[in-house]
């Protein structure tokens, strides 16, 4: 098996096991918080050209229903830089 795993056998990050952490969370009744990239500003990284009013204003959303990143196969113009950026985003995914 190659060092990101697969669709059906995802490698696992820092050990953390989806299914796990899934039936754990629907057990308890309780939405997920990943403590290795929690929805605060330590999850922005550094950011210079953004003040800490404009960091303030960041808003940290979860997708409803049954969200897809990719419905019809794979491209590299799936996903934009925009303003933030995605770069630990694109770097977790992969």
Known sequence: MANGGSPSNPAKFKNQDFAQIKADCLRKGELFV???FPPNGLSLGDL????????SEVKWLRPKDKPAFCTDG???????QGDVGKQNFLAYSQ
């Not at 210079?48 to 960091?55: A, F, I, V, Y």
């Open 34 to 36: 990943d403590n290795e």
């Open 48 to 55: 210079p050209d953004m003040s800490s009013s404009q960091e």
């Open 74 to 80: 794979m491209s590299r113009f799936d996903f934009g």
